[in-house]
């Protein structure tokens, strides 16, 4: 299926493709934006509320073992089913290609790396590790009393604001500013929105499971979208055969964190990554496919 871009009814967007051949990801190939003016999403042919509280029980602020950081706020369900429901209408294009089965995979990958950025869990767990996904809603140890870490001035267009701070919030762990305004220019048409109040993101639950399925399904460049390789929709290039780029699970953490979890010299900690992409793949009934892992893969870029 070819590549579909989507607009929002209440608002019209004047969105030119820069083509330049940087690596950098706030220049990338395709413009993805909200369309709100769908009401359907294949997420629901394979999960309900009653399984999506199977699978995360222990997700943010209802869980039994809170951490410290939660304490003075009000107990909610913020990652809710029906909040996560209400993103991925937002973006047909999730799930939107293949037969069941390329769709089951495409779900468990995704479902694997929010669990994974998200996860409150180690290895003796209550419940097994792969059920503590989604226990956090920002990156620990945050926030700080210094919040330039995560600003980078030289991106001209996604200028960063004083005193705020883009690290890592909601399920994909929307980082640095130059995301928070091209997120904030497909959700609200006006990338001030985010680059002037970041902390929406855990205000709004829908804001914050759409900035992850935004993430997903946009290209990168030179890295292809986690949507296409899950989809099969992606064609690597003669450079991606040679540094052993394949679809497959594997290309996705390529695409995520390549630089720390692929190739021989990978992070210990991928293999929990891979674990919950196992997890995923068991509870939809699907075999996780070819070319599950990235450990004989060069990161994008070389």
């Known amino acids: 299926m070819s590549k579909r871009y989507f ?15 940087s690596s950098t990801v706030d220049e990338a190939e395709d413009v993805i934006v909200a369309d709100t003016s769908n009401q359907v999403s294949n997420v629901s042919k394979f999960l309900d509320a009653k399984k999506w509280n199977e699978l995360f029980p222990n997700r943010y602020h209802l869980s039994t073992l809170e951490d ?4 003075g706020v009000a107990r ?11 993103a991925a209408k937002l973006f047909p294009l999730f799930l939107g290609d293949g037969n069941d089965s390329i769709q089951k995979r495409e779900l468990a990958a995704f479902l694997a790396n929010m669990s994974h950025e998200t996860s409150g869990g180690w290895d003796d767990a ?15 140890g945050f926030p700080k009393s210094i919040v330039a870490e995560y600003s980078d001035t030289s991106k001209k267009k996604w200028p960063p604001v004083a005193g ?8 994909m ?10 997120f904030s220019e497909a959700y609200f048409g006006n990338k001030q929105v985010l680059l002037d109040n970041p902390d929406l993101l855990l205000q709004d639950p829908v804001l914050c499971f759409a900035s992850a399925i935004w993430f997903w399904v946009r290209d990168q460049y030179p890295k292809p979208s986690c949507h296409d390789i899950m989809a099969e929709q992606w064609e690597p290039t003669a450079q991606d055969f040679a540094a052993n780029r394949k679809i497959g699970f594997g290309a996705v953490v390529n695409v995520i964190n390549g630089g720390l979890e692929c190739g021989p010299n990978h992070s210990e900690k ?3 990554r891979y674990g919950f992409y196992q997890y995923f793949c068991n509870y939809l009934q699907i075999d996780q496919g070819p070319n599950a892992e990235c450990s004989n893969q060069k990161p994008f870029g070389q």
Not at 126 to 137: E, H
Not at 173 to 182: K, R
């Open 164 to 171: 705020k701070s883009y690290h890592g919030r909601g399920p």
């Open 173 to 182: 762990q929307l980082s640095w500013n130059y995301n928070y305004g091209q």
């Open 7 to 21: 607009f929002p009814v209440f608002v019209f967007l004047m969105l030119i493709l820069n083509a330049c051949a």
């Open 270 to 272: 991928t293999k929990y």
């Open 126 to 140: 209550p419940g097994g590790m792969y059920q503590w996904g989604l226990y956090y809603i920002q990156e620990k």
């Open 76 to 86: 909610q369900d913020f990652y809710s089913y029906d909040a996560f429901l209400k």
């Open 68 to 71: 410290t950081v939660f304490k």
